[in-house]
């Protein structure tokens, strides 16, 4: 909803009406307006958007995860860089219910950007994979699925990438 250097510019300024209250003695005042501050620093690091837009992907509506990104109008403006990579990221995974090639331009540059978890990493490699597999480039689908199980350190996605193996032998 603000630009993410206005996020800055108002925490700053929270922070420094903060030490005025301190000065002035009002202690119980300058410590809620430095925690009230820490909220706008955490939205600066992970954009309410984008967090909207993951609940609703959480209850899988791909409509109103769409209708939430749809909403940042400037990504390379609004967003950091991590911000950008889960923004491609999510959607990729749109993408993937309708257009495959549009889904793979997505996730490329989502992993290019860079994601913080190793689970979306693992996830985003896992997709790529299904969607060389589909276009028939198994040598790819091979290094992106072995790449995604390196990457799955919970084994949260070991029967997909079963799964996936096993269709590439019928290939």
Do not use: C
């Amino acid at each position: 909803m603000f630009n993410k250097n206005l996020k800055l510019v108002i925490a700053g300024l929270i922070i420094a009406y903060a030490v005025y209250q301190f000065i002035e003695g009002n202690i119980g005042n300058g410590i809620f307006l430095i925690l009230f501050s820490l909220i706008f620093i955490f939205l600066y690091f992970r954009n309410e958007i984008i967090l909207l837009a993951f609940l609703r992907m959480r209850k899988q509506d791909l409509t109103g995860t769409k209708n939430w990104l749809d909403k940042i109008k400037n990504p390379e403006a609004a967003l950091t860089v991590k911000q950008q990579g889960y923004y491609n990221y999510l959607h990729g995974i749109i993408f993937s219910q309708t257009n495959l090639t549009q889904a793979e331009k997505y996730f490329k540059k989502a992993l290019k950007l860079g994601l913080t978890m190793d689970y979306d990493v693992a996830m985003a490699k896992l997709s790529l994979a299904g969607i060389s597999m589909q276009k028939r480039r198994k040598r790819e689908a091979t290094t992106l699925l072995n790449e995604a199980k390196k990457l799955d350190k919970n084994n949260m996605l070991t029967d997909q990438i079963k799964m996936m193996q096993q269709q590439m032998k019928k290939i």
